[in-house]
């Protein structure tokens, strides 16, 4: 069987995702299979870069499988509904806020901003007051209706046709993870997108090897039963690809494939 190559959470960041393409291609052709792991948006600088991209890679009919992430949901109900929240986020913080970054997502598709919060009080959802524009201040109405007149419309159809999981014999890739002891078509699809704990600290084994992202790290790592590819891009630490043929995986770098073992 071939190998199949994963790219964990990309966060905006369009010239690490170029560069992990190339990385791709020189191991394994231009027409390699990728699984990527959802969280394509938020606090990079090009979000929309991204979206092109990945967009293009299916247009083209690259074999290429795209989950969907919790920051990538959160963008899409933003422009659909207005939504600056998820019960999730356990802070309260708003999408907005530039450490969940839908500021910079914003700002990629041309909609600019300094966003401006209420005092938030301890258990309260961060609220924004107004956003600041070159054009002077507007409600978080008016900037809702910019972002909705702003983004095209495929990128959100995009978004929103994307699976929570993808299966081959060896691995089971998903964003975030998965509750033990739970089949797979009886997870829970919030799970599937944001859960930690129960699944971070698990030495279940899930039958295949589970490839994620959503929990970043310094760097990808083996865990046993789990690899975990977010290696911090978000944050602006290298995002790294990885390679696996069946159960055993190698990270890519520009001197070639290193091992990622337990």
Partial sequence: MPPIYAIGDIHGQKDMLDNALSLI???GGEDAQIVF??????RGPDS??????????????????????????????FIRE???????????????????????????????????????KFGDEEKLVHCETEAGWITPEALIAAAQAS?????????????????T??????????????????QDPEDLIWIRDGFLDTN???????????TALDHPQHFGNRVDLDGGAG????????????????TLTDQGRVPLTV
């Fill in 48 to 77: 929309r870069g991204v979206i092109d991209t990945l967009m293009q890679g299916q247009a083209a009919g690259r074999p290429w499988t795209f989950l969907l992430g919790n920051h990538d949901r959160f963008f899409a109900r």
């Fill in 82 to 120: 207005g939504r600056q929240h998820d019960p999730r986020v356990k802070s309260g913080l708003n999408w907005l806020n530039p450490r969940l970054g839908g500021a910079q997502t914003l700002q990629s598709y041309g909609v600019v901003g300094q966003m401006h919060f209420a005092e938030q």
């Fill in 235 to 250: 944050y602006g630490r290298p995002l790294v690809p990885a390679v696996f043929e069946g159960r055993h995986c190698w």
């Fill in 204 to 214: 279940h084994r899930f039958g295949q090897l589970v490839v994620h992202g959503h």
């Fill in 169 to 186: 014999d060896h691995l089971l890739c998903v964003h975030a993870g998965l509750r033990p002891h739970i089949s797979l078509e009886h």
């Fill in 25 to 27: 291609a020189a191991d």
């Fill in 37 to 42: 792991l959802g969280d394509y948006v938020d």
């Fill in 151 to 167: 983004i095209p419309e495929d990128h959100i159809a995009f978004i929103e046709s994307l699976p929570l999981w993808h299966e």
